[in-house]
């Protein structure tokens, strides 16, 4: 037991101890040799950072000229010619594209007008050329729309808001799509619920009809009629004049084996269903 009046460290004000400590503390330094090791690691980070930039400018840069000098005499695929407003879709899977070289190619009549571009997928997915994509199409005059690749076993709300985050439409763009063409280990009954809360939230934001992209075969097994209220995309190849499908349809992606100046891999080609007055009517006021 301590003499009476002595202090310990139980009884001692905090204070006291606080001084105490701050008077016997030695601030960290480091030596020489561990100053010299981090600048070391700092510099040699320095370098790799700017090492993998060039790389990928380089890269990028490449990429841009193998798609400019991808020439082709025709574009490889039987154009059903009595429609007269053609386009393509895209996507990440044909890398970099040179948009001023799809836009000056026409093969007789058929110039390309408009693409239709993958934005987003799932709940939290956007295409890595998305932005590039978008903003190349405008500048080169060519009418873009984006669209979202829907995951059925996802919530369709919190897809819809990522399509919403990532893309914003202006006058003259083409309305949003969405695109269905898996179940992804859901029922029917599933995945119409969930398309229903993307379409109605999207269409809510924009103020315009979404457009639905899927094959024949799905819709006619998965969707029905239930969204016959609107605008379908059908993808049916290898049909010489129109897909096979009752229902009425706006937009045909009739082959996705077709070859454009500009883009390195084979792209999908589609048509309109309808004049000129009409396409002008379906974009965004």
Request: some cysteine; hydrophobic content about 40%.
């Given at each position: 037991?301590?003499?009476?009046?002595?202090?310990?460290?139980?009884?001692?004000?905090?204070?006291?101890?606080?001084?105490?400590?701050?008077?016997?503390?030695?601030?960290?330094?480091?030596?020489?040799?561990?100053?010299?090791?981090?600048?070391?690691?700092?510099?040699?980070?320095?370098?790799?950072?700017?090492?993998?930039?060039?790389?990928?400018?380089?890269?990028?840069?490449?990429?841009?000229?193998?798609?400019?000098?991808?020439?082709?005499?025709?574009?490889?695929?039987?154009?059903?010619?009595?429609?007269?407003?053609?386009?393509?879709?895209?996507?990440?899977?044909?890398?970099?594209?040179?948009?001023?070289?799809?836009?000056?190619?026409?093969?007789?009549?058929?110039?390309?007008?408009?693409?239709?571009?993958?934005?987003?997928?799932?709940?939290?997915?956007?295409?890595?050329?998305?932005?590039?994509?978008?903003?190349?199409?405008?500048?080169?005059?060519?009418?873009?729309?984006?669209?979202?690749?829907?995951?059925?076993?996802?919530?369709?709300?919190?897809?819809?808001?990522?399509?919403?985050?990532?893309?914003?439409?202006?006058?003259?763009?083409?309305?949003?799509?969405?695109?269905?063409?898996?179940?992804?280990?859901?029922?029917?009954?599933?995945?119409?619920?969930?398309?229903?809360?993307?379409?109605?939230?999207?269409?809510?934001?924009?103020?315009?009809?979404?457009?639905?992209?899927?094959?024949?075969?799905?819709?006619?097994?998965?969707?029905?009629?239930?969204?016959?209220?609107?605008?379908?995309?059908?993808?049916?190849?290898?049909?010489?004049?129109?897909?096979?499908?009752?229902?009425?349809?706006?937009?045909?992606?009739?082959?996705?084996?077709?070859?454009?100046?500009?883009?390195?891999?084979?792209?999908?080609?589609?048509?309109?269903n309808g004049d000129?007055?009409?396409?002008?009517?379906?974009?965004?006021d």
């Amino acid at each position: 037991m301590p003499a009476p009046g002595k202090l310990t460290n139980f009884n001692k004000p905090a204070i006291y101890i606080c001084l105490t400590v701050t008077a016997n503390y030695k601030p960290f330094m480091l030596s020489t040799k561990q100053k010299k090791q981090i600048r070391k690691i700092v510099i040699a980070s320095v370098a790799i950072v700017i090492l993998i930039t060039g790389c990928w400018l380089v890269y990028q840069r490449l990429t841009y000229r193998k798609a400019k000098f991808s020439r082709y005499p025709e574009f490889g695929i039987i154009i059903p010619e009595s429609y007269s407003i053609h386009g393509i879709d895209v996507s990440k899977y044909q890398s970099m594209i040179a948009w001023e070289e799809v836009k000056a190619m026409k093969v007789k009549e058929v110039q390309l007008g408009f693409s239709f571009i993958k934005a987003t997928e799932g709940i939290g997915n956007t295409d890595p050329h998305f932005k590039r994509n978008w903003k190349k199409t405008r500048d080169n005059g060519i009418i873009r729309g984006a669209y979202h690749f829907f995951i059925g076993s996802k919530d369709g709300r919190m897809q819809a808001e990522n399509f919403i985050d990532k893309v914003e439409l202006k006058p003259g763009d083409l309305p949003p799509v969405l695109d269905v063409e898996q179940l992804n280990g859901v029922t029917a009954l599933q995945l119409k619920k969930e398309i229903k809360k993307w379409l109605e939230i999207v269409e809510n934001h924009y103020q315009v009809k979404p457009i639905i992209y899927t094959n024949v075969d799905f819709y006619n097994r998965n969707l029905g009629n239930e969204f016959d209220a609107y605008p379908l995309w059908v993808a049916h190849y290898y049909q010489t004049e129109q897909p096979r499908i009752r229902r009425g349809w706006i937009f045909w992606q009739h082959s996705d084996e077709g070859r454009v100046n500009g883009i390195v891999s084979k792209v999908d080609f589609n048509v309109f269903n309808g004049d000129s007055t009409a396409f002008k009517q379906l974009l965004i006021d």
